[in-house]
């Protein structure tokens, strides 16, 4: 259903990246984003 290609993680991690370094406070909400985003797709994989 949901296909993510190795390019748009590379450049979603890129850009994640970048804003790390630009706010490093909001490093906790990033990553409890992506987090957020992969258990969803892990999910919606194994339907």
Do not use: R
């Amino acid at each position: 259903m949901l296909q993510v290609s190795g390019l748009l993680m590379g450049i979603l991690t890129l850009i994640f990246g970048i804003i790390v370094m630009i706010f490093p406070k909001i490093l906790n909400y990033l990553i409890g984003i992506y987090l957020i985003i992969v258990g969803i797709w892990a999910i919606i994989q194994a339907i």
